[in-house]
C-alpha cells in the first residue's frame, strides 16, 4: 500500500486518539470538507448548553446572577485563564480574556510604543492584516510622526530569519517597538518568536504578537521567550463563535511598571473595586487593562472550546497537525507533480515545508484563476477562503478534521481539474517558494 492510496486515510483516522473530538463538533451538513477553520472555527456542542446556562441564570437569579451559581458571571473571564495560560504558555496572571483583538492591541500599544525623538519606529510585516495596519499607523499618528518616516516593513517569505535579525541588528536603535504575527494570515508562515524577541530586546525594543493565527495552532512559551505582550482573537483555532472574545498577554515583569494605559473600572483591583473611590487601586499586570465587566455569553462560548482543548492536549494536537498538513502536501505533491500528469494547471505551495516554520494551513497558488478553481470546488462541497489575489488556504484542524477530509479534498480537486477548462496550461510541477 502506498501513501496516495485510498486505502491510507483509513489506517491514519483508524488510530487517530483524537478521531472522537469530531463528534463534539456541529459538522455543517451542506459540506463535504470544512478547510477554514483559519478564519472561523467549528461550534464545539457544548456551547449551546454552556451558553443556555448563562440565560437561564440571568432568568432565574437576575441581579443575583453576577454572583451565584458555579459561574458567576461578574468573574466569568477568570475561568478562562488556566486554559489560556496552557495555549500559550504563561503563567494565569500573565493572561486574560477581555475585549476584541484590535481593542487590545491598542490598549497595549498606548503603553508600549512612546516614541522618543531617536527611537520612533515601528517594525511590522509587508502586508499585514490590515486591522493591524490601522493600529499601528494610527498609534503612530497619535503620537505625533508621519507613518510613512516611522513605519519599516518586512516581506514575509522573502526574508529569512537571518536577514530579519541583521535588519533588527542594524535598525534596532532607531526601533521603538517590534509588531509581529506569529503565523502570517496570507501564507501560514510561522516566526520563531523566540529568536526575534532576543535579537529586539538585545537592541532595546519591545518586542509583541498578534497571534490571531498562532494560537490553537503553533506551539507558545510566550513567558519563557520573554516576549513583551501579545494579543490574540478566539474565534479561528479556539472555536469561540464569530465576534468571540479576544484575549492579551502581559509578561509579569511589568506588573509593577507604572506605563501609560487606557483605565476604566474593571481594570481596578478586585478586592477594592466596588468601593467606586475615584482612587485607581491598579490590578496586577494584564488585568489593569480590562476595561469593562466580562461579557458572559462571549466568554462561555470560548471556554466550552477550551475544555475540548485542555481534554485533547497540547501533545496529541501537534502530533496530528503534524501528519494531517503533513498529508495534504504530500498528496498534493504526489498527484500534482509532473509523472501524474493528472491536470495542466501548476500549482504552487507559498507555505514553508519545514515543521517548524508552519502551523495547519497550507496555502496554494493556481497557474489559472484561482476563483475559477474555488468555483467548482465550492459546488462539490469544499470549503475554504481565497486571499487575494490569488492564494488559496487550505487548514486541516486536528479537533475535527478527519485524514479522510484531506483525501477527499485532494481527490475532488483532482477531478476539477482533470474535468474542466484547466487542459490548456502547461504541464503541472509544484514550485516551492
Same mark, same amino acid.
Given at each position: 500500500?502506498?501513501? @496516495?492510496?485510498?486505502?491510507?486515510?483509513?489506517i491514519l483516522d483508524d488510530g487517530d486518539e483524537l478521531s472522537k473530538f469530531r463528534e463534539r463538533f456541529e459538522i455543517p451538513k451542506l459540506y463535504?470538507?470544512?478547510?477554514?477553520?483559519?478564519?472561523?472555527?467549528?461550534?464545539?456542542?457544548?456551547?449551546?448548553?454552556?451558553?443556555?446556562?448563562?440565560?437561564?441564570?440571568?432568568?432565574?437569579? $437576575?441581579?443575583?446572577?453576577?454572583?451565584?451559581?458555579?459561574?458567576?458571571?461578574?468573574?466569568?473571564?477568570?475561568?478562562?485563564?488556566?486554559?489560556?495560560?496552557?495555549?500559550?504558555?504563561?503563567?494565569?496572571?500573565?493572561?486574560? $480574556?477581555?475585549?476584541?483583538?484590535?481593542?487590545?492591541?491598542?490598549?497595549?500599544?498606548?503603553?508600549?510604543?512612546?516614541?522618543?525623538?531617536?527611537?520612533?519606529k515601528i517594525l511590522i510585516e509587508q502586508n499585514a492584516f490590515p486591522s493591524d495596519y490601522y493600529v499601528v499607523a494610527s498609534q503612530i499618528r497619535?503620537?505625533?510622526?508621519?507613518?510613512?518616516?516611522?513605519?519599516?516593513?518586512?516581506?514575509?517569505?522573502?526574508?529569512?530569519?537571518? &536577514?530579519?535579525?541583521?535588519?533588527?541588528?542594524?535598525?534596532?536603535?532607531?526601533?521603538?517597538?517590534?509588531?509581529?504575527?506569529?503565523?502570517?494570515?496570507?501564507?501560514?508562515?510561522?516566526?520563531?518568536?523566540?529568536?526575534?524577541?532576543?535579537?529586539?530586546?538585545?537592541?532595546? &525594543?519591545?518586542?509583541?504578537?498578534?497571534?490571531?493565527? $498562532?494560537?490553537?495552532?503553533?506551539?507558545?512559551?510566550?513567558?519563557?521567550?520573554?516576549?513583551?505582550?501579545?494579543?490574540?482573537?478566539?474565534?479561528?483555532?479556539?472555536?469561540?463563535?464569530?465576534?468571540?472574545?479576544?484575549?492579551?498577554?502581559?509578561?509579569?515583569?511589568?506588573?509593577?511598571?507604572?506605563?501609560?494605559?487606557?483605565?476604566?473600572?474593571?481594570?481596578?483591583?478586585?478586592?477594592?473595586?466596588?468601593?467606586?473611590?475615584?482612587?485607581?487601586?491598579?490590578?496586577?499586570?494584564?488585568?489593569?487593562?480590562?476595561?469593562?465587566?466580562?461579557?458572559? /455569553?462571549?466568554?462561555?462560548?470560548?471556554?466550552?472550546?477550551?475544555?475540548?482543548?485542555?481534554?485533547?492536549g497540547g501533545r496529541r494536537l501537534r502530533e496530528k497537525r503534524f501528519l494531517l498538513t503533513g498529508y495534504l502536501e504530500y498528496l498534493l505533491k504526489?498527484?500534482?507533480?509532473?509523472?501524474?500528469?493528472?491536470?495542466?494547471?501548476?500549482?504552487?505551495?507559498?507555505?514553508?515545508?519545514?515543521? $517548524?516554520?508552519?502551523? &495547519?494551513?497550507?496555502?496554494?497558488?493556481?497557474? &489559472?484563476?484561482? @476563483?475559477?478553481?474555488?468555483?467548482?470546488?465550492?459546488?462539490?462541497?469544499?470549503?475554504?477562503?481565497?486571499?487575494?489575489?490569488?492564494?488559496?488556504?487550505?487548514?486541516?484542524?486536528?479537533?475535527?478534521?478527519?485524514?479522510?477530509?484531506?483525501?477527499?479534498?485532494?481527490?475532488? /480537486?483532482?477531478?476539477? /481539474?482533470?474535468?474542466?477548462?484547466?487542459?490548456?496550461?502547461?504541464?503541472?510541477?509544484?514550485?516551492?517558494?
Amino acid at each position: 500500500m502506498n501513501v @496516495h492510496d485510498e486505502e491510507f486515510h483509513k489506517i491514519l483516522d483508524d488510530g487517530d486518539e483524537l478521531s472522537k473530538f469530531r463528534e463534539r463538533f456541529e459538522i455543517p451538513k451542506l459540506y463535504c470538507v470544512y478547510f477554514c477553520g483559519h478564519s472561523l472555527g467549528l461550534q464545539p456542542k457544548s456551547t449551546e448548553s454552556h451558553v443556555q446556562q448563562v440565560l437561564q441564570s440571568w432568568k432565574q437569579n $437576575a441581579n443575583q446572577c453576577r454572583y451565584v451559581t458555579s459561574l458567576p458571571l461578574v468573574y466569568c473571564d477568570n475561568q478562562a485563564k488556566k486554559g489560556l495560560s496552557e495555549l500559550v504558555g504563561c503563567y494565569e496572571s500573565e493572561v486574560v $480574556a477581555m475585549n476584541s483583538l484590535t481593542t487590545n492591541l491598542h490598549l497595549l500599544m498606548t503603553s508600549f510604543y512612546q516614541p522618543t525623538k531617536y527611537r520612533y519606529k515601528i517594525l511590522i510585516e509587508q502586508n499585514a492584516f490590515p486591522s493591524d495596519y490601522y493600529v499601528v499607523a494610527s498609534q503612530i499618528r497619535l503620537a505625533g510622526y508621519d507613518e510613512d518616516e516611522s513605519l519599516i516593513l518586512v516581506k514575509p517569505r522573502q526574508v529569512s530569519l537571518a &536577514c530579519l535579525l541583521h535588519l533588527i541588528e542594524k535598525e534596532g536603535d532607531s526601533i521603538a517597538l517590534i509588531l509581529l504575527p506569529g503565523v502570517y494570515f496570507i501564507t501560514g508562515q510561522a516566526f520563531d518568536m523566540k529568536a526575534i524577541t532576543e535579537a529586539g530586546h538585545k537592541k532595546g &525594543c519591545y518586542v509583541g504578537y498578534d497571534l490571531a493565527h $498562532a494560537v490553537g495552532n503553533i506551539e507558545l512559551h510566550l513567558h519563557e521567550w520573554g516576549v513583551d505582550f501579545a494579543c490574540w482573537c478566539t474565534y479561528k483555532y479556539l472555536n469561540s463563535g464569530p465576534g468571540g472574545i479576544g484575549a492579551a498577554f502581559l509578561h509579569r515583569r511589568f506588573d509593577n511598571t507604572k506605563m501609560n494605559k487606557l483605565l476604566g473600572w474593571w481594570g481596578h483591583k478586585e478586592s477594592t473595586r466596588f468601593e467606586m473611590t475615584s482612587d485607581f487601586d491598579f490590578a496586577p499586570g494584564i488585568d489593569s487593562y480590562r476595561l469593562s465587566n466580562p461579557p458572559a /455569553l462571549l466568554v462561555v462560548c470560548f471556554i466550552a472550546s477550551l475544555n475540548e482543548f485542555l481534554e485533547a492536549g497540547g501533545r496529541r494536537l501537534r502530533e496530528k497537525r503534524f501528519l494531517l498538513t503533513g498529508y495534504l502536501e504530500y498528496l498534493l505533491k504526489h498527484h500534482f507533480s509532473e509523472p501524474s500528469n493528472t491536470s495542466k494547471v501548476t500549482v504552487d505551495i507559498v507555505t514553508p515545508l519545514k515543521f $517548524a516554520e508552519r502551523g &495547519c494551513q497550507l496555502s496554494i497558488r493556481f497557474s &489559472c484563476p484561482v @476563483h475559477q478553481v474555488a468555483e467548482e470546488l465550492r459546488k462539490r462541497g469544499m470549503i475554504f477562503d481565497i486571499r487575494k489575489p490569488d492564494v488559496m488556504r487550505l487548514t486541516p484542524v486536528p479537533l475535527y478534521n478527519r485524514f479522510y477530509d484531506v483525501y477527499r479534498f485532494v481527490d475532488t /480537486l483532482r477531478s476539477v /481539474l482533470k474535468h474542466n477548462i484547466y487542459s490548456v496550461f502547461s504541464a503541472i510541477k509544484i514550485f516551492y517558494e
